[in-house]
C-alpha cells in the first residue's frame, strides 16, 4: 500500500466511525481526536511527516503531531462533519491533497496585501524585502491545506476566480502574531498600512494623481492556511457586452499600468525603493556612542507615514469624505514640513515652500509650487484655529496632493545623492546657478532614467 492509499483508507475508517458514532454536541478537537479511528489517521500523516521534516505540525514537545492543526488549521474536520452527515466526500481527492500536505516543505508565513490596482498579468517585482505581483485563480485556490475540498471547507477566498490576475503585494515576514496551540490570533490594528509604509509610498509615487489602497491583509502560510487579519475581499458582479451577468471579479479604480509601460513601472520601482530603504537605514553615532537615525531618515519615515494614510483616506483620485478633508490636507502639509525642515524650528511656512520650490527647474514651476504650498499652508493655520474658511474643493485637494508627492520624490532622489546636507543645498541654489544646474542634473538623470507615470514638464 502507498502512502496514498494509505492516508485514504486511515480517512475512510474515520469517516465511517464519525458517521455510526458522531458526537453528541460540539464537533471539537477532542471529540474528533479521542477515537481509536483517528489514531490510524495520526499514523498515516506521520509516516509523511516526520518531526524532523516538517516540526511546524507537531506540538512544543515536538514528540507528537498537533491534533488542532491537522483538525482545525487544514479544513479537515470541516470535511469530516460534511461526511458523517452523509455528503459524498471525493475521497481520493481528499488523500491527495492530505497527502500532498504532509508531504511539502515547511510552509513560509507570509502576509499578502491586496491593492486595488490594476498591473499587466505576469508582473512580479521584488521591492527590497516585499514582492508585488499579479496571481492567478489557481495559486489563490491552493493556498489552502485541502484545495480539491473548497466545497465543504471555509476558505478566506471563497472565490478565487474573481482574484484571477489581481495584485498582491507580499511579505515573508507576519507581525503582531499571538499563537494559541495551532491557531494564531492577530491584534486589531486600525492602521494595518504602517507597517508596509516603504512600498506602498514607492507604489503611489508612480502616479501620485491616482490613488491607491490596501484592501485586504492576509496571513498566508503557503498550502496550509490562509487567514483574512484585516480589510475585506471585495467582487462584483461583471457582466458580458450583451448584459449578462457572467460572473465577479475584483474591481480596480484610475491607477492603472498599461503593459506598454510595464518595464518602466519596473525600473521606477526598483530604483525608488532602493533609494527609500537607503535613506530609511542611515544612522550616526550619538554622544553616548551609539547608533540613532539620521534627520533625513526620521524625516522620510514622518513623511511617507503621512502620505501613505492620507492616500488610504481618499478614493478615485481626490475624493476624500467631507469629515476627514483638513486632516488629510494636514497630512500632506506635515509630509513637506517634515522633508524641508527636518525638526529645524523657526519660520516653517517660508523654509518649507521656499526649499521645496528650489527643486523645480523653471522660475514659472518654482512659482506655482510656492503658492500651493503657502496656500495649504494658511489653510492647515485656519483649521487649527478654528477660523472659518471656504470649503477645499476636489481640484484644489488633488493639487496639493500631487504637489506633496513630487516634493517628497525630488528630495528623496537629492537627499540619496546629497546626502544630510541637502537642505545647505537648496539654500544655496536660490542664488547659485552652479547649485541649481547640480541639482537638476542629479534630478534629470533620474527622471529621464526612471521615468514615472506623470513625467513632471521640467524634466521633459
Known amino acids: 500500500m502507498d502512502d496514498n492509499d494509505a492516508v485514504q483508507s486511515a480517512l475512510h475508517e474515520w469517516f465511517k466511525d464519525l458517521r455510526e458514532r458522531p458526537p453528541n454536541a460540539y464537533w471539537s478537537v477532542e471529540e474528533l481526536s479521542q477515537r481509536d479511528s483517528w489514531v490510524t489517521v495520526r499514523k498515516a500523516v506521520g509516516a509523511l511527516a516526520t518531526p524532523q521534516r516538517r516540526p511546524d505540525l507537531y506540538g512544543k514537545d515536538g514528540t507528537a503531531l498537533d491534533d488542532s492543526l491537522l483538525i482545525l488549521e487544514t479544513g479537515l474536520g470541516q470535511v469530516a462533519e460534511a461526511a458523517a452527515s452523509g455528503v459524498n466526500i471525493p475521497m481520493s481527492d481528499l488523500a491527495q491533497d492530505l497527502t500532498a500536505f504532509c508531504a511539502a516543505e515547511v510552509p513560509t508565513v507570509q502576509t499578502w496585501i491586496l491593492l486595488d490596482i490594476d498591473l499587466p498579468f505576469g508582473v512580479d517585482i521584488r521591492m527590497g524585502g516585499d514582492r508585488l505581483r499579479t496571481v492567478t485563480a489557481e495559486e489563490l485556490s491552493r493556498l489552502d491545506a485541502l484545495p480539491s475540498m473548497r466545497a465543504f471547507v471555509r476558505s478566506s477566498i471563497p472565490n478565487a476566480d474573481a482574484f484571477h490576475g489581481a495584485t498582491f503585494l507580499l511579505r515573508p515576514e507576519l507581525h503582531g502574531l499571538i499563537t494559541f496551540g495551532g491557531s494564531s490570533f ?38 496550509q492556511s490562509c487567514d483574512l487579519l484585516h480589510g475585506s475581499l471585495y467582487a462584483e458582479p461583471f457582466f458580458d457586452s450583451e448584459g449578462n451577468e457572467v460572473g465577479e471579479r475584483h474591481p480596480t479604480w484610475g491607477y492603472s499600468v498599461p503593459s506598454s509601460q510595464a518595464q518602466a513601472f519596473a525600473t521606477f520601482c526598483y530604483k525608488v525603493s532602493d533609494m527609500v530603504t537607503r535613506v530609511l537605514v542611515r544612522t550616526r553615532g550619538n554622544k553616548g556612542g551609539k547608533r540613532e537615525s539620521t534627520a533625513s531618515s526620521r524625516a522620510l519615515k514622518s513623511a511617507a507615514a503621512h502620505l501613505v494614510r492620507a492616500s488610504q483616506r481618499t478614493m478615485q483620485g481626490a475624493h476624500v469624505d467631507e469629515a476627514e478633508t483638513d486632516d488629510v490636507l494636514l497630512d500632506y502639509v506635515i509630509a513637506m514640513e517634515s522633508l524641508m525642515t527636518a525638526g529645524e524650528r523657526g519660520d516653517s511656512t517660508r523654509k518649507t515652500s521656499q526649499r521645496a520650490a528650489a527643486m523645480w527647474m523653471r522660475d514659472e514651476d518654482r512659482l506655482a509650487a510656492s503658492k500651493v504650498i503657502r496656500r495649504a499652508y494658511n489653510r492647515r493655520s485656519n483649521y487649527a484655529h478654528g477660523a472659518d474658511q471656504e470649503d477645499v474643493t476636489s481640484d484644489e485637494l488633488l493639487n496639493i496632493r500631487c504637489t506633496a508627492f513630487e516634493v517628497l520624490l525630488r528630495w528623496l532622489v537629492l537627499t540619496d545623492c546629497l546626502g544630510e546636507r541637502v537642505h545647505e543645498h537648496l539654500d544655496r541654489s536660490l542664488l547659485s546657478d552652479q547649485e541649481r544646474r547640480t541639482m537638476h542634473s542629479l534630478l534629470k538623470d533620474f527622471f529621464i532614467s526612471s521615468p514615472p507615470a506623470e513625467m513632471p514638464s521640467d524634466m521633459t
Open 186 to 223: 492577530a491584534w486589531p490594528d486600525q492602521r494595518p498600512e504602517r507597517k508596509h509604509v516603504a512600498p506602498l509610498l514607492t507604489l503611489q509615487l508612480w502616479q501620485p494623481s491616482e490613488s491607491m489602497h490596501a484592501e485586504a491583509y492576509l496571513r498566508v502560510a503557503d498550502g
